[in-house]
């Protein structure tokens, strides 16, 4: 299948997965189902008479026709009316998962027979003849005369039923438009429309949320039309439902569109896809708001109580998953994915999500952990490193246990990965170390130099980490090439007896994350998406581990020249195959020699024509980015997994991985100044003013220089510069001396200089020449 237009399920841990196809298939009748509208429409009586006079506060007149019409309902006997089970037993929405670690997607375009829903006649619309030229002169009389007769007769026609909205909004009334590239409706029309609903009067503004409760509680007989879809998706743009008096109303329109069968999830996400940048955002952050009030509520009255509406977060959270997949399908995205964080969530209990998660997986029971992109990478590092610990623990407690139970005396080394190391092998030694020690990886480290006195306080650590990576990453070593043009490394292809060392990069990758410290490595965006092809590490070890879809934009990431150059050949409007002369074949040099490589069987007499250059290109960019690397990689990917071997990873994005590791390119200057410490100076001192004066006016690169020689690192931990702990202390020598820095400690020393042009000059020079002095 496409991974194109795939829309993404709630993620399931390893242990439930398996399990969830089985459980779907006998609960499936139970997706239909939706709580009672009526236990939270009293509760939306309550919440609306309590809102202020200004606002829609007034609703007893229809909210005794909400009631009316869903006792109309439980009279009814026809087989095909909508059943609605008692609200205590539906705590949420059934998340309609998959397992996130296989990315299962189902493709609109390509979906199954027994997948798609039929296409249904669409009903024969009702005559609407105004147009956005007659509304907008309609609004502007209304305005100067106060008379808004003709603003109201209009959207209360609009608003009144589905086929109504359909009428207004559809482009042309006489065309299905049952397509996933076209919606079919007039969003200029529709923007107009709900632009000019806040500035109507009251009356208005509740005509058109009466109407969308008549539309909500209409009894729905089988599957739902485009025309419906429609209707849902110009209703979820009203921007009535950033006001919290309207929570009741916009839930109950979350929850019929969350619990949409499948192939209608398609055509929404693809109609999303196509909104304004403004748009969008609005209906994300409209969502994220409903989900962090409905947690956190500024009024609890305003809300029925939280047992009679435990849907209303599952509802909001898989409407935001539809969106989210409609950002991931456009390149470049509409929004950031950094927009979909809720931080509300990183003050919920985070750890009792996960283990909710890890429990259930793919049952009934609600776990944000189902929808990993709604969870802001600080919080995601909190349930890694809370993981982390528990196993770090469990695994010292174990220990402990075999050492008592044998009758030996405990020994507090045993609690942690103890590494001891010579200077001159650091290396073999360390590869040595983890290689024997295996078991104790996931203990807390402590490394020693063999020969040196000191305790390791968080200082060794981080001073073995910087000289190993420093060491192994050296373009001398052979392991990776470094690539000027884009400034990263990569595997190289060379072929060798032992990739032993590319798990020990796995290794140190996999230690840095779980004991929170932060790497100057520079891989590419993909490495990380290899990383976590899967997230687990697969059962059966002939599964292929490290291979991921591959593009151009890839390898554009490492090899710009080379990406551009096979850019270049797919729109060459020549003749490829005599203008190129190239077959399904490729070179590379290894150790002096030219070694050639064929991309698919028999391919040097293959020749590249126009007509099969696209499979060459992505054969090509596959060869480079997975097969002639695949051995490399796949040691480096057990030696991070083998550390990492945690279910919250599959929480995570790649570009998530590479901010664990490496830490945030983004730097907040200002925040570093306020979080700073010092030693022999006082913040208030003349020195330190003209310190935080210059650094403050350094362009982006000089203030990236003066991380890097202070902290090793030019990037900033997921917990912002407050987590770097830096230092400034001051340096009793001449002021003709330049700063020094201690790496390991986040520490700068810095000589008392009398003015803020001799401080800037010797700063400069310091942090611009640290290759090889000043680093200790």
């Not at 030996?408 to 200077?423: A, E, G, S, T, W």
């Not at 551009?564 to 190239?582: A, I, K, M, P, T």
Request: contains cysteine; glycine residues 4%; hydrophobic residues 35%.
């Amino acid at each position: 299948m496409s991974e194109a237009g795939r829309v993404p399920s709630p993620a399931a841990p390893p242990e439930v997965a398996a399990a969830a196809p089985d459980d779907r298939k006998g609960k499936e009748p139970e997706r239909e189902k939706l709580p009672p509208i009526v236990s939270a429409g009293a509760g939306a009586t309550a919440g609306l008479d309590r809102g202020s006079k200004g606002q829609i506060s007034t609703f007893s007149s229809f909210i005794s026709t909400v009631n009316q019409k869903k006792e109309a309902a439980e009279n009814r006997s026809s087989p095909t009316h909508l059943v609605f089970p008692n609200i205590k037993n539906v705590r949420d929405l059934p998340p309609i998962c998959l397992d996130v670690r296989q990315k299962q997607r189902i493709s609109t375009e390509a979906s199954s027979s027994e997948m798609k829903a039929p296409v249904l006649p669409e009903p024969v619309l009702p005559n609407q003849p105004k147009t956005i030229k007659d509304f907008q002169e309609d609004t502007e009389k209304a305005k100067l005369s106060g008379d808004w007769k003709a603003v109201h007769d209009f959207y209360l026609t609009t608003f009144d039923c589905f086929p109504e909205l359909n009428a207004a909004f559809k482009k042309d009334a006489t065309t299905s438009f049952n397509t996933i590239e076209d919606s079919g409706i007039n969003a200029k029309f529709v923007n107009a429309v709900y632009d000019a609903l806040l500035n109507t009067p009251q009356d208005i503004q509740k005509t058109v949320l009466k109407g969308i409760i008549n539309s909500l509680l209409r009894e729905w007989k089988g599957p739902r039309t485009k025309d419906d879809l429609r209707a849902y998706f110009i209703l979820l743009q009203n921007p009535q439902f950033n006001n919290t008096s309207t929570y009741v109303i916009y839930a109950h329109l979350l929850r019929q569109i969350a619990t949409l069968v499948e192939a209608d999830h398609h055509f929404l996400v693809h109609w999303f896809k196509k909104l304004s940048q403004k748009r969008f955002k609005q209906l994300v952050e409209r969502l994220l708001q409903f989900i962090s009030l409905r947690l956190f509520p500024a009024k609890p009255e305003e809300f029925p109580p939280i047992t009679k509406c435990s849907w209303w977060i599952p509802s909001a959270s898989k409407v935001l998953s539809l969106l989210n997949t409609a950002n991931s399908l456009v390149h470049p995205p509409l929004i950031p994915y950094t927009d979909f964080y809720n931080s509300t969530l990183d003050h919920i209990d985070l750890m009792e999500e996960y283990h909710t998660w890890q429990s259930f997986g793919n049952s009934h029971r609600f776990s944000f952990c189902q929808y990993p992109f709604v969870i802001s990478i600080a919080a995601k590092k909190i349930i890694i490193q809370r993981d982390s610990e528990q196993q770090m623990i469990s695994i010292a407690r174990q220990s402990l246990v075999d050492k008592v139970s044998r009758r030996q005396r405990p020994d507090m080394n045993m609690l942690f990965l103890n590494m001891k190391v010579r200077r001159t092998h650091l290396v073999s030694d360390s590869l040595d170390e983890l290689t024997r020690k295996r078991a104790d990886l996931k203990k807390k480290l402590k490394v020693t130099f063999v020969g040196e006195a000191g305790l390791d306080m968080g200082g060794l650590t981080k001073e073995w980490f910087l000289l190993l990576i420093r060491q192994i990453f050296h373009p001398d070593y052979g392991m990776f090439t470094y690539h000027k043009d884009s400034h990263c490394h990569w595997f190289s292809s060379f072929k060798c007896d032992n990739y032993s060392e590319f798990r020990l990069v796995g290794i140190l990758m996999g230690l840095a994350v779980y004991n929170s410290i932060t790497l100057d490595i520079r891989f590419p965006p993909c490495c990380y998406k290899k990383l976590l092809s899967p997230p687990i590490i697969p059962s059966d070890q002939n599964t292929p581990v490290g291979i991921c879809s591959v593009t151009t934009d890839d390898l554009c990431q490492i090899m710009p020249e080379l990406a551009h150059g096979l850019s270049e050949l797919l729109s060459y409007e020549g003749n490829v195959e005599e203008d190129f002369y190239s077959t399904f074949q490729v070179f590379q040099e290894e150790f002096g020699i030219i070694k050639s490589y064929n991309l698919k069987p028999g391919g040097d007499k293959i020749p590249v024509t126009n007509q099969n250059r696209k499979e060459y290109v992505q054969l090509y960019v596959d060869f480079l980015l997975n097969k002639s690397i695949y051995k490399q990689f796949a040691a480096f990917y057990y030696g991070f997994h083998s550390v990492c071997a945690s279910n919250a990873l599959m929480l995570l994005r790649p570009e998530e991985v590479e901010i664990l590791v490496c830490g945030s390119p983004e730097l907040d200057m200002h925040a570093l100044q306020r979080s700073t410490q010092y030693d022999g100076y006082a913040k208030t001192d003349l020195t330190i003013r003209y310190f935080w004066d210059v650094v403050l006016g350094f362009p982006l690169d000089l203030q990236k220089k003066l991380l890097h020689f202070t902290t090793g690192s030019d990037r900033v931990p997921v917990g912002g510069m407050a987590d770097l702990n830096f230092k400034i202390s001051k340096n009793e020598t001449s002021t003709n001396w330049l700063p020094v820095a201690h790496t390991c400690f986040n520490q700068l020393c810095l000589p008392p200089y009398k003015s803020k042009k001799d401080l800037k000059q010797k700063l400069i020079i310091g942090i611009s020449n640290s290759e090889g002095f000043g680093l200790e």
